[in-house]
């Protein structure tokens, strides 16, 4: 009987490891590489009004489909892309929007601009918290199913972070994992806020800021923002 518990013991070891093989190897196989993930932020705080959150969205949607951004997308070492979009405004509401979805053609691009000029606006209305939505983004790309060879958090708002935890300690534990955080700042309400959001809030290899004067701005920002995204490329 012993002799025959070992072999037990033995048989189940074996089918053990198998069975982490098979489930490394599957695992391995459900995260396909892709250039970068980004995580789009939407914010919809109190400061932004029903027009300016349609700005966002026409202006994400439009930068998505434009030349330079397609051809950032073609030009990158996988030629693909995976981008989820969230609404974001106080600890309490973080809504992914649009889930992963990979972009590595106009046609791609073009289904997601779709989508995200149709989804309405989700969150409840509320402060701003930017740690918030970076503790969000992290889990986001953790558990997503593709891995990035570069991982990017975009954070665009017209604010301050004035909810939730504090937003330092939030992107310590964003930039830990190995992520870039981008800003855009839209200056209608805060002219200092480049100064904040590099203080605070961006960081990570190659992270840079980019300035919209107002949302009617927010769209090319937004092109030329995501273009240097794709491509790696940092600019202060």
């Given at each position: 009987m012993a002799r025959l518990s070992i072999c037990?013991?033995?048989c189940f070891l074996a089918v053990a490891l198998t069975l982490v093989f098979l489930q490394s190897?599957?695992?391995?196989?459900?995260?396909?590489?892709?250039?970068?993930?980004?995580?789009?932020?939407?914010?919809?705080?109190?400061?932004?009004?029903?027009?300016?959150?349609?700005l966002q969205?026409?202006?994400?949607?439009n930068a998505i489909v434009s030349p330079d951004v397609l051809q950032a997308i073609a030009d990158g070492p996988i030629g693909r892309?995976?981008?989820?979009v969230v609404q974001w405004s106080s600890s309490e509401s973080q809504i992914t929007a649009i889930p992963w979805t990979i972009v590595a053609s106009r046609d791609d691009a073009t289904r997601l601009?779709?989508?995200?000029?149709?989804?309405p606006r989700q969150t409840a209305d509320g402060a701003t918290s930017i740690s918030a939505f970076?503790?969000?983004?992290?889990?986001?790309i953790a558990s997503g199913p593709y891995s990035g060879l570069r991982s990017v958090i975009d954070v665009a708002s017209d604010g301050t972070n004035n909810n939730g935890d504090r937003v330092d300690d939030a992107r310590a534990r964003a930039l830990a994992?190995?992520?870039?955080?981008?800003?855009?700042t839209i200056l209608h309400e805060?002219?200092?806020?480049?100064?904040?959001?590099?203080?605070?809030?961006?960081?990570?290899p190659g992270n840079f800021i980019i300035e919209a004067e107002s949302y009617n701005s927010f769209a090319e920002a937004m092109r030329r923002k995501l273009e240097r995204e794709i491509r790696g490329l940092g600019i202060s």
């Amino acid at each position: 009987m012993a002799r025959l518990s070992i072999c037990q013991l033995a048989c189940f070891l074996a089918v053990a490891l198998t069975l982490v093989f098979l489930q490394s190897s599957v695992s391995g196989q459900s995260r396909p590489e892709v250039d970068v993930t980004l995580v789009l932020g939407i914010d919809c705080s109190y400061s932004v009004d029903a027009n300016e959150f349609l700005l966002q969205k026409a202006g994400i949607a439009n930068a998505i489909v434009s030349p330079d951004v397609l051809q950032a997308i073609a030009d990158g070492p996988i030629g693909r892309i995976a981008i989820t979009v969230v609404q974001w405004s106080s600890s309490e509401s973080q809504i992914t929007a649009i889930p992963w979805t990979i972009v590595a053609s106009r046609d791609d691009a073009t289904r997601l601009a779709q989508e995200i000029l149709a989804t309405p606006r989700q969150t409840a209305d509320g402060a701003t918290s930017i740690s918030a939505f970076l503790r969000h983004s992290v889990n986001l790309i953790a558990s997503g199913p593709y891995s990035g060879l570069r991982s990017v958090i975009d954070v665009a708002s017209d604010g301050t972070n004035n909810n939730g935890d504090r937003v330092d300690d939030a992107r310590a534990r964003a930039l830990a994992t190995g992520v870039t955080i981008n800003g855009l700042t839209i200056l209608h309400e805060v002219a200092w806020l480049k100064s904040y959001f590099r203080n605070h809030v961006t960081g990570g290899p190659g992270n840079f800021i980019i300035e919209a004067e107002s949302y009617n701005s927010f769209a090319e920002a937004m092109r030329r923002k995501l273009e240097r995204e794709i491509r790696g490329l940092g600019i202060s």
